[in-house]
Each structure stands twice: as structure tokens, then as C-alpha cells.
């Protein structure tokens, strides 16, 4: 049975940074296109980092360009969202999913298997 399950939300100060972690069973994620999206109550899930292919190839949303990265682990198989550099407004509901086809795109709809999701507030 595949699942993936995250972990490590919690309360950060503005500036502040956290890793969050999308850890995987009953698959392997090395060539799995996957990602990582947030959803605040009232607004449509957002894709902010997903890792497209086996090649490594990445998107990531304008909103957090140059403060988040994606990155998997083989080993561990597991995928992080490192994020720094935090602000108000990435308060939100982190989860990650696999995708359907990295060819298209990040995006809840190209979702397939999901984490249950982990909490990042940011208080400022």
C-alpha cells in the first residue's frame, strides 16, 4: 500500500526557517515525479515545488523562488522542502504528493498519492 506521510510544521518567527519531510512506503520515490503544495483556508491548493522528473528537473512557484528547495533522498526515501527566509503568508497547510505526468506540471490536479499534511505557521 503506498503512502506518504509528512512531517515537520510548527510555529516559526518571520525570517525564520524549517525543513519539511515526505516520507514514503510501499514505493520507491527515485524516479517518481513529486511535490510539495500548501492550501489556506478559502483559496485553491498551490504547487510550490515539485521535482518533474528522473532527471532531476524542478518548477518552482514565483511566491517562493530562491527560498525553497526540493530535494529527495534515495536512500531515505524521502523528500524535503527546505524553506528559509519564511513569511506570513506562507502560513499554511504543507503536504506532498506524487504526480500523475511531470510533463504536466505542478499542479493539484496532476496529483495522485498525498501526504496528510503538516502545519507551518509563521507568525510575524
Known amino acids: 500500500q503506498r503512502q506518504l506521510v509528512d512531517s515537520g510544521g510548527d510555529l516559526v518567527q518571520a525570517g525564520g526557517s524549517l525543513r519539511l519531510s515526505c516520507a514514503a512506503s510501499?514505493?520507491?520515490?527515485?524516479?517518481?515525479?513529486i511535490g510539495w503544495f500548501r492550501q489556506t483556508p478559502g483559496k485553491e491548493r498551490e504547487g510550490v515545488a515539485c521535482?518533474?522528473?528522473?532527471?532531476?528537473?524542478?518548477y518552482y512557484a514565483d511566491s517562493v523562488m530562491g527560498r525553497f528547495t526540493i530535494s529527495r533522498d534515495k536512500a531515505k526515501n524521502t523528500v524535503y522542502l527546505q524553506i528559509t527566509s519564511l513569511k506570513s503568508e506562507d502560513t499554511a497547510l504543507y503536504s506532498c504528493?506524487?504526480?500523475?505526468?511531470?510533463?504536466?506540471?505542478?499542479?493539484?490536479?496532476?496529483?495522485?498519492?498525498w501526504g496528510q499534511g503538516t502545519q507551518v505557521i509563521v507568525s510575524s
Open positions: 504528493a506524487t504526480l500523475f505526468n511531470g510533463d504536466y506540471g505542478c499542479t493539484e490536479s496532476n496529483g495522485d498519492y
Open positions: 510501499g514505493f520507491t520515490l527515485a524516479n517518481s515525479a
Open positions: 521535482i518533474l522528473g528522473s532527471d532531476g528537473k524542478t
